[in-house]
């Protein structure tokens, strides 16, 4: 044989035709079925009062479940090893992992003082080591477990957990309004107002310590402030038929709505009331203010193209534009606290109401709700923006339903006796 | 005097070593060539994705419709029993306030609540809700067994898609600003059969739970539809690169 033609061929041989990545079609797999990640929560021993532990273990499984972010196990498909204590060598993590939990929760709960103190550990089952270990401590057990739920939360998403925050909300029973604060897992109700006259809109001061309303005391809409720490009640602002007030971020303005000759107008003023100015000037209905995280922009609600849709303005009235432009009935813009969403109430072609999101940048709007009942509205973000609280009808009486922003898990966490309406989430505890 | 038969066969030997050490050395820089010519990076970033989804067979929605979930709501979650509520008592604690002066007793708000009143035209509208809830949206050129309203730019990556997503599960706890930018890169080789043979990882998302969850993805999808007679070599040999996002699409 030829050795040039040899070396040649063998030449062939050695350089195959290697495959260029632009020969290759590209696809995109995105959208993940996103499933929450199946956790043991192991009854949590006490030190004394037995209860603690129970009650404690009790609120942390509630709160991990309705959080969305966990598939808390059923605690009657395991048992407590009382052998393992809680240092990583000493948990058999073969037996969690054979019941199906990725994420192993075991704490022991203590009095000290007048605090319940829980020493909470969580455990990464599959690689059997430790991902937390501290201590949490709260007044009692219920907060204590809201507390512990957080860390939880903090520890596997990085982001603060909401389950030690509260929800106000407007109960109407009997002609009595009443405004009622719950725990976040609805849980816990108080009473802290009650009106034989027409209490609307709840919205909570950034700081936590009051809550503005819209009163019918004076017989038309004006917007009144309830301060938490001792109970009074009083009237802000001048201007008549304020309603829907809602607080700047830096708690320093109010935005709210105000009718005058049956035309509805965005307005703001000072926290205390003076230097109220309209914002808009449209002979359509303007109202439903809503701030953005930022304090620079609002988001609100005009029909000035023939039906109610969302806008967005600045916050001195400038630079309006319209962000949904699908549906003919969309109301109750709330901006998410990350500042990239909007939920909103919107009817459908089928006339009933159910929740949905606008993304601010794109405008795309996801659904929340659907076949859930005939009414789905007033859509409050937790702090955190990881979940939204709303009022629904699914069950027939209104109820408050908490839901993960994609409504792919949803739990009714309060309703019974009365009318519950207006949901709003109030802000981390300080 | 004639040479003998291994003389012969080492002289030969003699004369092939130029030729051996020529071949050699082509061999050397000519791959040295091809390895230095060859593009480092499989998947042309360049390159337009797509973005692929089984349109469902049937009638254009209206675009000016709010969307629908293409699933079923969740299971409707049991309200807990409702505990009873603090005492009213501690309410009328409230101060009064200094400006307000004795409040009239309006009227309470005409009810929203449906079913007060059962009438011909509500019973007309449940009628209207149930007949447009049953109706599915898609495009007169889909699939029967197609799971979208949008068209596909290309039927058959439509259905590798959809092969892939049936085990595309990630865990919810990955942070969703992560998610935003999360990506893994994929190349992956299917037989004319549909089998897929092999994959390999050309790029890392970075975050370990994320790779996992597309690893289970790919381990999980050991097959896809057939390939169309034109598609079969090129996906064969060269294969096909996937980008795994966690953010919607």
Do not use: C
Request: hydrophobic share 40%; proline share 9%.
């Amino acid at each position: 044989m030829n050795p040039i033609a040899y070396a040649l061929a063998l030449l062939a041989l050695l350089v195959p035709a290697a495959p260029r990545g632009a020969d290759r079609p590209t696809l995109v797999i995105g959208s993940p079925a996103f499933q929450p990640l199946p956790i043991a929560v192991a009854g949590f021993g006490a030190e004394g009062d037995p209860r603690a532990g129970l009650e404690t273990t009790e609120v942390v499984r509630g709160d991990l479940a309705l959080s969305g972010l966990f598939d808390v196990l059923d605690p009657k498909g395991f048992l407590a090893d009382p052998a393992e204590g809680f240092a990583p060598s000493s948990i058999r993590f073969a037996r969690w992992s054979d019941i199906g939990a990725e994420g192993l929760v075991r704490a022991r709960v203590r009095r000290d003082g007048p605090d319940q103190v829980a020493e909470l550990h969580v455990y990464e089952v599959r690689a059997g080591r430790e991902l937390l270990s501290t201590t949490v401590r709260a007044p009692q057990a219920r907060a204590l477990g809201h507390r512990v739920a957080d860390a939880i939360v903090k520890v596997y998403t990085g982001e603060r957990g909401a389950f030690s925050t509260q929800i106000a909300a407007i109960r109407k029973a009997k002609g009595i309004f009443e405004l009622v604060l719950f725990d976040a897992d609805g849980r816990n109700p108080r009473v802290l107002l009650s009106e034989r006259s027409i209490l609307l809109a709840p919205a909570w001061r950034p700081d936590g310590r009051e809550i503005l309303l819209t009163s019918y005391r004076a017989g038309r809409p004006e917007l009144w402030a309830f301060r938490l720490a001792d109970r009074e009640f009083r009237r802000v602002g001048q201007v008549p038929n304020a309603m829907g007030g809602v607080y700047s971020p830096d708690g320093t303005r109010i935005a709210f709505a105000a009718t005058e000759g049956g035309n509805s107008e965005v307005w703001v003023m000072k926290v205390d009331g003076t230097g109220a100015r309209r914002l808009t000037n449209d002979p359509a209905l303007d109202l439903s203010p809503s701030w953005s995280p930022d304090g620079r922009r609002l988001a609100f609600v005009s029909d000035r193209a023939g039906s109610p849709q969302i806008y967005l303005m600045n916050a001195d009235g400038s630079g309006v534009r319209r962000l949904t432009f699908q549906g003919n009935y969309n109301q109750t813009p709330q901006w998410s606290p990350r500042g990239d969403l909007l939920a909103f109430t919107a009817r459908d072609e089928r006339k009933v109401f159910d929740l949905f999101v606008v993304a601010i940048d794109s405008g795309r709007i996801d659904r929340i709700t659907q076949d859930q009942g005939r009414t789905n509205e007033d859509p409050t973000w937790a702090p955190n923006g990881r979940l939204l609280a709303f009022r629904s009808d699914r069950s027939g009486a209104a109820q408050l339903v908490v839901a993960d922003p994609k409504g792919e898990r949803q739990t009714a966490v309060a309703g019974g006796a009365g009318d519950l309406s207006a949901p709003a989430w109030g802000p981390f505890p300080e | 005097m004639t040479a003998s038969p291994v003389q012969s066969a080492l002289s030969r030997r003699e004369r092939i070593w130029p030729a051996v050490l020529a071949s050699a050395a082509a061999h050397l820089v000519l791959v040295g060539w091809a390895v230095v010519r060859q593009p480092s990076p499989t998947i042309d970033l360049e390159q337009k994705p797509i973005v692929a989804r089984l349109v469902r067979l049937g009638e254009k929605k209206p675009e000016q419709w709010l969307p629908r979930k293409e699933a079923p709501p969740p299971a409707p979650a049991a309200a807990p029993a409702t505990p009873a509520p603090a005492p009213v008592a501690a309410a009328a604690r409230a101060a009064p306030s200094t400006k307000g002066k004795a409040p009239p007793q309006p009227a309470a708000p005409a009810s929203a609540a449906p079913g007060t009143g059962q009438s011909l035209s509500s019973i007309l509208n449940k009628v209207r809700r149930e007949a447009v809830a049953e109706k599915r949206y898609g495009d007169p050129g889909g699939a029967a067994d197609g799971d979208s309203d949008q068209a596909a730019e290309d039927p058959y990556l439509a259905q590798i898609h959809r092969a892939l997503r049936a085990h595309y599960v990630a865990p919810v706890t990955i942070p969703e600003r992560e998610r935003l930018y999360l990506e893994a890169s994929v190349t992956l080789w299917i037989e004319p059969d549909g089998r897929i043979t092999r994959w390999r990882q050309e790029k890392s998302s970075g975050n370990p739970t994320f790779d996992a969850a597309v690893e289970r993805t790919l381990r999980l999808t050991t097959r896809v539809p057939a390939p169309p007679e034109p598609m079969r070599d090129a996906l064969r040999r060269n294969g096909i690169s996937l980008v795994f996002q966690a953010r919607q699409s």
